[in-house]
């Protein structure tokens, strides 16, 4: 059960999105079920410092910068001549663009009119800017382009303009997205006091960060893994849904996508069996993907799709809908490597606190690193499944996703991983 991390308990208090528990010490009593010897034994985990950690880190602190909205950039500026910030706006992940394309992924046909850079923007037409802005948010997925064009327009429009723009589709679009950008950069990114190390796995490269409030069943998690893998195989093991019952065994069946969909947006049904049978559930989720080339990182929005939606469809026959929301980071190193940083929250039947989170953690965490490692190696031999696919990129995904592996943000990250 994943949830989204951005629902505030009565205890709990927001930071730009991100819930932090407030301070409470006397209501984390450790449980008595942990013997001393269990605590000693999580205790040496997680204060471990190990080179792929290292590089995790290095990961979000390089890139906080594009994924963290700044007070006092584009993102924090776009809609003040109107009173309504962009930080407010409600986010509707439905909205279109009104030049969507034909479900070609990147291989759609389309082109961008107008270069990077403030001095060369200058010398385009609105209506150049306003195409770009939809190819970037129907095609290329990259909604920092996007936040660019928007505040060059912005600098050429009257205060009236502005006002009157903020009611325009693509307008609409890009808010929605753009806030569903930056907050996968605060769910993944955006570092306090309130989490605590759950469990270390030195020997795969793997670290579960937890928080929680004292007054509700729910655990705010951050998992963080060194795949070893290049970055479009590594999202292959993600991406091909006919291959995931190959590694994930808690798949009773293959998951499938509902309508219309692209490489960057999908709705995908997906069915569990716990427990010899005896608990059943499905999940019905949307995907939006954004990706960020030059940088080198792909960000997804996975949210629950609810009726009324285009491609909702009602729960399978003796299955439990279960509600799944969270982000998640690929960020290539180099031609090798990728690391995955993914934020959500489980609800709980009881009350949670530190020791009995770290406890089932332990419990767990090793069993789904290896298999999410192991798939990633695999993915990366001469004749694996995934090579099929990677190779015939029918959505255009791998190619974009290869732009990334080898990105100057990328190559910087491998540099930095060998130093350390």
Wanted: proline fraction near 4%.
């Amino acid at each position: 059960s994943v949830g989204s991390p951005d629902v505030a308990a009565p205890s709990v208090k927001e930071t730009r999105g991100s819930p932090c528990v407030a301070s409470d010490d006397s209501s984390r009593k450790e449980p008595a079920l942990l013997s001393g010897a269990a605590l000693a034994l999580n205790d040496a985990d997680t204060d471990v410092e190990d080179s792929e950690l290292h590089l995790q880190d290095g990961c979000k602190a390089q890139l906080k910068g594009r994924l963290l909205r700044s007070d006092t950039g584009v993102s924090g500026q776009l809609s003040d001549l109107t009173g309504d910030t962009c930080s407010n706006a409600e986010v509707d992940d439905s909205l279109p663009c009104s030049a969507t394309s034909s479900h070609g992924g990147l291989r759609g046909s389309h082109s961008l009119r107008c270069g990077a850079g403030r001095n060369r923007l200058r010398l385009h037409t609105r209506d150049e800017l306003i195409s770009d802005i939809k190819t970037h948010l129907d095609m290329t997925h990259d909604v920092l382009a996007a936040e660019e064009l928007v505040g060059e327009l912005k600098s050429r429009m009257s205060r009236e303009e502005w006002a009157e723009f903020q009611d325009e589709e693509v307008m609409k679009c890009f808010r929605s997205r753009l806030e569903q950008f930056y907050g996968i950069g605060t769910s993944c990114c955006l570092e306090t006091d309130e989490w605590f190390v759950a469990f270390v796995d030195r020997q795969r490269g793997a670290k579960l960060e937890c928080m929680f409030a004292s007054s509700e069943p729910k655990v705010w998690y951050r998992l963080h893994i060194a795949l070893p893998a290049s970055m479009p195989r590594a999202a292959a093991i993600s991406c091909e849904l006919h291959l995931l019952p190959s590694w994930n065994p808690g798949l009773s069946k293959t998951p499938v996508r509902v309508g219309e969909h692209s490489a960057f947006s999908a709705v995908i049904g997906y069915s569990s069996s716990w427990y010899g049978g005896l608990y059943k559930v499905d999940i019905l989720s949307e995907v939006q993907r954004f990706v960020d080339s030059e940088a080198g990182f792909m960000a997804e929005a996975t949210t629950p799709v609810a009726e009324g939606h285009s491609s909702y469809i009602p729960p399978a026959k003796g299955h439990a809908r279960l509600d799944s929301s969270f982000k998640r980071l690929w960020i290539a190193v180099g031609s090798s490597e990728t690391v995955v940083i993914q934020a959500g929250s489980v609800e709980l039947p009881f009350a949670a606190n530190r020791s009995l989170i770290s406890l089932m953690a332990q419990t767990t965490g090793r069993r789904m690193f290896s298999r999410i490692r192991q798939a990633a190696a695999r993915a990366m031999k001469p004749g694996s499944p995934w090579e099929p696919a990677i190779e015939a990129d029918s959505q255009g995904l791998y190619e974009v996703l290869g732009r990334c592996a080898s990105s100057e943000g990328s190559r910087q990250r491998a540099v930095d991983s060998v130093a350390n």
